[in-house]
């Protein structure tokens, strides 16, 4: 059974603080990783992909992925209470088709003003 | 541009009933995926299309579920009969393939909010 595993948190950050959400995932062989927010009844949004090891950044936000320990994170600097929301760790099993992610249950992420 | 849109937004019916939730996927798209979400078990997929053909449907839960793309605008999820502990919230997603670049990143619909009394 291939698995991606998070906190489920709450994680809880003062504003202006940089937050920390981890990922990890048991196919060693997966290779499209995906960081999506839900706020609370809504949908899942895109924040950020990343494909290969080492750090991405986009704004506030930074993927970085570590194949060989097959882990994957999400920092998030200067938090702000409008990123209080749950973060949910995507990634595409290896062999499996174009599309078929695996997504974890996700981490609750609560930003105190 | 359009998203995915779903509808209806909210669905409240009685155990028996048959259940129709429908879903338009952004243009272009030629992935689409259904999928499920509780509190207790996340962000399930039940089943997902590549150019309206079923690939893999292991996740439907059970015969009482079932799924139709009659095109490449347009998709169906079925439950008959439904029961209480089909509540949900059901999301539609599609996705485009690029060559050259694995995993091509999901956009959902707003969801269709399920309740089974």
């Known amino acids: 059974q291939k698995e991606v595993e998070q906190n489920s948190g709450p994680l809880s950050v003062p504003e202006g603080a940089i937050a920390s959400l981890n990922c990890t995932y048991s196919?060693?062989?997966?290779?499209?990783f995906f960081w999506y927010r839900q706020y609370s009844g809504k949908s899942p949004e895109l924040i950020m992909s990343?494909?290969?090891?080492g750090d991405k950044e986009d704004g506030r936000f930074t993927a970085q992925l570590n194949k060989a320990s097959q882990y994957v994170s999400l920092l998030i600097r200067d938090s702000q209470p409008s990123d209080s929301a749950t973060y949910l760790c995507?990634?595409?099993?290896?062999?499996?088709?174009?599309?078929?992610?695996?997504f974890g249950k996700g981490t609750k992420l609560s930003v105190k003003p | 541009d359009a998203g995915v849109i779903q509808s209806p937004r909210h669905e409240v019916t009685e155990m028996g009933q048959e259940v129709t939730l429908r879903c338009k996927p952004i243009s272009g798209h030629d992935y689409l995926f259904w999928y499920r979400q509780t509190m207790m078990r996340g962000l399930e997929l039940l089943i997902y299309?590549?150019?309206?053909?079923?690939?893999?449907d292991s996740g439907m839960p059970e015969d009482r579920f079932s799924a139709k793309m009659p095109n490449a605008s347009f998709s169906t999820l079925k439950i008959q009969p439904s029961e209480p502990r089909d509540s949900a919230v059901y999301f539609c997603?599609?996705?485009?393939?690029?060559?050259?670049?694995?995993?091509?990143?999901?956009?959902f619909g707003d969801g269709t909010r399920l309740s089974i009394l």
């Open positions: 990343i494909y290969s090891n």
């Open positions: 299309f590549n150019n309206n053909v079923p690939i893999d």
């Open positions: 196919d060693r062989g997966s290779q499209s």
């Open positions: 995507a990634v595409r099993v290896y062999g499996g088709s174009q599309g078929n992610l695996i």
């Open positions: 997603a599609s996705s485009f393939s690029r060559a050259g670049r694995p995993g091509q990143p999901q956009h």
